[in-house]
């Protein structure tokens, strides 16, 4: 069975950072495409960041670009989001994701970490 | 950026009738068009790709339709465990979601 399980997140003050994990089993982490979204509140579902297996290509959305770094540790099957310079409207609940195949098709889904950017 | 544009944004059918739930693309993506399910306080769930591709162990009530901008989400024999927001979602270019579609079950 598919498991994501984030973790990190919690209450920051504008202009602070944070770092998200999420930890993954179940499934073959290294040969996956992994990626992370987020769903602010009242808000409709956002792409957030998305990660090859090599981690040698990494894409993000214009709102965390420059801010935001997402990694991956094949070798520990966890996947991270960095995030700097945190501003109110990143308060989210943040979910990580494998994607189906070559595409953008959001697979499987964690449970979701609150992250709540707030003075 | 593409925006998806979801309606209605709520509908209220019988238990046992069928649903249908539309999709709007802002400009042609093709067949790239996924649905997600969402329970309250629960993570989302793939539920169709390709437009019409059911994701594994999603059953056979559950089925999509369209291309190009518009898109429809049909649930049939509607159950109460079905009661929840679905969301449209194109990955032609960098992927976006429409608002969502709560559906309640009567």
């Known amino acids: 069975e598919v498991q994501l399980v984030e973790s990190g997140g919690g209450l920051v003050q504008p202009g602070g950072s944070l770092r998200l994990s999420c930890a993954a089993s179940?499934?073959?982490?290294?040969?996956?495409?992994m990626s992370w979204a987020r769903q602010g509140p009242g808000k409709r579902l956002e792409w957030v960041s998305a990660?090859?297996?090599?981690?040698?290509?990494?894409d993000y959305a214009d709102s965390v670009k420059g801010r935001f770094t997402i990694s991956r540790d094949n070798s520990r099957n966890t996947l991270y989001l960095q995030m700097n310079s945190l501003r109110v409207d990143d308060t989210a609940v943040y979910y990580c994701a494998d994607l189906v195949g070559r595409t953008t098709v959001f697979g499987h889904w964690g449970q979701g970490t609150l992250v709540t950017v707030s003075s | 950026e593409i925006v998806m544009t979801q309606s209605p944004d709520t509908l209220s059918v019988s238990q046992g009738e069928r649903a249908t739930l539309s999709c709007r693309a802002s400009?042609?993506?093709?067949?790239?068009l996924a649905w997600y399910q969402q329970k309250s306080g629960r993570a989302p769930r793939l539920l169709i790709h390709y437009t019409s591709t059911r994701a594994t162990g999603i059953p056979a009530r559950f089925s999509g339709s369209g291309s190009g901008t518009e898109f429809t989400l049909t649930i049939s024999s509607l159950q109460s465990e079905d009661s929840a927001v679905y969301y449209c979602?194109?990955?032609?270019?960098?992927?976006?979601f429409g608002q969502g579609t709560r559906l309640e079950i009567k």
């Open positions: 990660i090859s297996v090599s981690s040698k290509n990494r």
């Open positions: 400009q042609s993506v093709g067949s790239s």
């Open positions: 979602q194109q990955y032609e270019s960098w992927p976006t």
């Open positions: 179940g499934f073959s982490f290294s040969d996956s495409v």
